[in-house]
Every structure is written in C-alpha cells, then in structure tokens.
C-alpha cells in the first residue's frame, strides 16, 4: 500500500517537503478486520492544524506516521461478518490508497445512483452537516433574514448559501477570492449578490450589498471578514463561527476585530462550534438533504484531482486547497 506520511511540521505555509511517500507491505486479514480499496480521499482545512505540534480538538499527526482523513472506498478482502466484499464504506484512513483495519472503523453506505461517491465526502458528509448544523443550530436562519457566508465558494460555503435560502432567507450574500467564483455564487448557487475579497476590503464592499444589514453571519474565514460583518449585523443577529481560515497558514497573532463591542450594544449571539458534537444531527440532515439533492433544489461542485500511483496528487490537492484552487469540495481520487 502506498500512503503520505508527515515528514516535517510546517512554520507558516505547508509545502511539499512536509510530506514523504512511503510504500508498506500490509499484514494478512486477522479475524474482524477488512481491507479497503479507496476510491475517493477528502483534503480538508482543519487538517492544517494537524500539521502543528498543537493539542486543539483532534490530535497533531505524527512524524514519520501516515496522515489520516476522511476516505470513501470498496471492501476488496474481508474477515468480518459485519462487511462483504463490494460493500462501500466511508471511513477516516485516507491519505493512502488502500486501508485496513477492523470492520468497526468503517461504516457501510449506500450507493445513490446518479451521486459520485466522492458527495459522502462532501455535501452528503461532514462537510454538508457542518453547513446545516451552523445554519439550522448554532445561528438559526430566521423567515426572511439576510445572511452573509464568506468562502462561499467553498465545500461548506456553496452548501450554506443553498441551505438559508431553503430555510427561508431572503437575501443570501457570499464571498470568495475568485472572479470566476463570484459567477458562481450567483448563477449557480443562488446567491443573490457576491463579493470578491481580493478586488477591495471586505468592509469596503459588504455595506452596499446588504443594504438591510446581516441577521445570520456564517463565518469560514475569520479576520478581515469577521471584523466586516460585525460592522453591519442587524440587532439580535447570530454569527456562526465555524472557521478562520485565513488565519491558519499566518505565523503572526491575528489583529482582532476592533468593533467587538457591536456584539454588547447590538445583542449578537456569536457562537463557535466544531461539528463532532453535533454528529447526532446527522438523521435529519440526511433526511432532508437527500431530497433536496435528488430534486435539483441543492447543487454541489467537486474539484477532483488524480491522486496518482504514488498517492502524491493528495498532496498537491491539499496544498491547492489552502491556495483556492478548489470551487466546491476538494476530493482526491485514486485509481
Ligand atoms: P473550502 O472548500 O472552503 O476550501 C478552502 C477555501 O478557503 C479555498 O477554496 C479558498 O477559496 C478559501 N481561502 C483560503 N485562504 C483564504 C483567505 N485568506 N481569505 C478568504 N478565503 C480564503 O473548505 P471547507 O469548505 O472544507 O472549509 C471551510 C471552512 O469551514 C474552513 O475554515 C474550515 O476550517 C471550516 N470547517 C469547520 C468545521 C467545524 O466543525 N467547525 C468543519 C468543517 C470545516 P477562495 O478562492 O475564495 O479564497
């Protein structure tokens, strides 16, 4: 089996030295365990903390040991009466072409004729929960409210703006880095007006197209996008912070915003949340996410890049996903 393993840990930006390509013989099938094809691997920001020699709420990957993630694939060899040869599993083993281990760490789902594989790793998985959990949980979606999601264009980003305007938002504004992703967020995902962070400040550009201020904020970035919608949420507003990326490569302590007090003087409720308490919500996001995709009233991009024979592409993947090259979920696919 061929996999990446950590061979260094970055200072500011990842680069390709951080990684090693090593090639392992795997042991024969004990009893209970089973081994995995994977067809699809999933490339993530939180990953990047990872990198760091950090306790936050997943562990550092090691020096030297193979790096993990998020990984859908086909059962090729079993020793288990849980799984059978063909059946399709999701699991967290990627970065490597093929997995092994025992049955319970993998979890059996369904093929949906007409839905790459790769969505379980997308809108179908972790990354469509974390949209609805932010928009239907931590900062509810109101009938008729205004909401801003920065790095819209993204795996969560694209799947939020189609989730509040579902759940009855009136207005729905994006941000990304792109002129081409901005095309998007309108014609494709429904946004009904956009903003490209890198053609002026942020704060320069989100007060005229939210001209009855921001009740939901849905937070992917952090930083300068933070700062500009705190400047116009409405009162009794709610902010989801669900990341900051563009804090995650910087080496410097973030400046924070410097109109933090709107929080008291407005009532906003800003509230953090990573995903992995919020697993339970899994059932009605299915359930209602299901539909959505299979009449069209939700649509979803995938940037898929070839892993390559030695798994090398997830790297390269990675490291363009930290850059933007991505529109939609950043998959990998091997084989
Ligand atoms: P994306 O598909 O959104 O990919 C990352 C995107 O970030 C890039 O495409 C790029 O798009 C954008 N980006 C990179 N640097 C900057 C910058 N300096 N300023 C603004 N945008 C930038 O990834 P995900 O959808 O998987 O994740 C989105 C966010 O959600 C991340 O912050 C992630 O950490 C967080 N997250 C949190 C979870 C939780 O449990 N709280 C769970 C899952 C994700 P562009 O071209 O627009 O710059």
Redo the contacts with the bound molecule.
Sequence with gaps: STQITLASRPTGWPTHENFAVATIELPELVAGEVRVANEFLSV???MRGRMNDVKSYVPPFAIGAPLEGGAVGRVVESASDDLAVGDVVLHQRGWRDVAQGDASEFRRVDEIPGVPLSAYLGVLG??GL?AYVGLTVIAPVQEGDTVFI????????SAAGQIARLKGASRVVG????AE?VDLLTSRYGFDAALN?KDAPVREQLPALVPDGVDVYFD??????LEAALDVMSTNGRVAL?????Q?NSTERAAGPDNMSNVVTRSLRLQ?????AYFHHMPEFVAEMGPWLANGDVVFDETVVDARDDVSGTIDAFLG??????????VVRTA
Aim: charged share 15%; aromatic share 8%.
């Design positions: 993530d920001p939180y972790l990354t974390t920065s790095g819209a264009a993204g795996a969560v980003g941000s990304a880095g792109s992703k962070y992917n970035v952090g930083g300068d996008h669900c990341g900051a990326i563009s995650y953090g949340f990573t995903l992995a996903l930290l850059r933007g090259e991505n529109t939609g979920k950043m």
